[in-house]
């Protein structure tokens, strides 16, 4: 199976000014690119991987096919946590981070700090277990919490090459923005689903 780069949900200039035109060609269609381009390298001539489908990779790989097959992965769920929209979180999502961090704007700012406290590269994540119970996961470079127990519902990517050109080495400046694409909509129905 060839991997193939999917198109962004949004024009590359949707998002602006918090996420700018310039930024989304460089993210999706150079890194994210990247990651795919050098997958389908990676597993070309290996019969194991040929009908998997990207998540099955993920989760049977390692080395240099895992850290491109989970950046693929990833950066999907990124641009699939956006949206040009006004979105707000579903009642039960809302009770939920209610439940879990006091309040929407408590939530916000404790993923703002913990984005901020992931030293280098990497992602920062709102999962949630079996029982429902929200929390964070820092994840370092290719790293992802698909790999574990469990359910990844929204990510914030935190690797430089998300907002040095729009707030070069800024990253708090970036985090303010990203809380004004964040897609609750689809956050919400990965929580219910």
């Not at 099955?56 to 040009?84: C, G, W």
């Not at 574990?148 to 303010?176: F, I, K, M, S």
Request: proline share 4%.
């Amino acid at each position: 199976m060839i991997h193939k780069l999917p198109e962004l949900p949004y024009a590359y200039d949707a998002l602006e000014p918090y996420i700018s035109k310039s930024t989304l060609e460089f993210h999706h269609d150079k890194h994210h690119a990247g990651y795919i381009k050098k997958l389908n390298d990676l597993i070309k001539n290996k019969e194991s991987y040929q009908n998997m489908t990207l998540l099955e990779i993920v989760r049977n790989s390692e080395n240099s096919i895992f850290n491109n097959a989970t950046q693929a992965y990833n950066h999907n769920f990124y641009f699939n946590s956006l949206t040009p929209n006004k979105t707000k979180p579903s009642p039960a999502l809302l009770a939920a981070i209610n439940h879990q961090f006091d309040s929407l704007e408590n939530f916000k700012a404790t993923f703002t700090q913990a984005a901020l406290g992931l030293f280098g590269a990497g992602w920062t994540w709102l999962v949630m277990d079996y029982k429902k119970n929200l929390m964070l996961e820092n994840r370092s470079n290719a790293q992802t919490p698909v790999v574990g127990e469990n359910t990844p519902l929204l990510v914030c990517d935190v690797w430089e090459h998300a907002y040095y050109l729009d707030t070069q080495n800024d990253r708090a400046a970036y985090l303010e923005n990203f809380w004004h694409v964040v897609d609750w909509e689809a956050v919400s129905k990965r929580y219910e689903g």
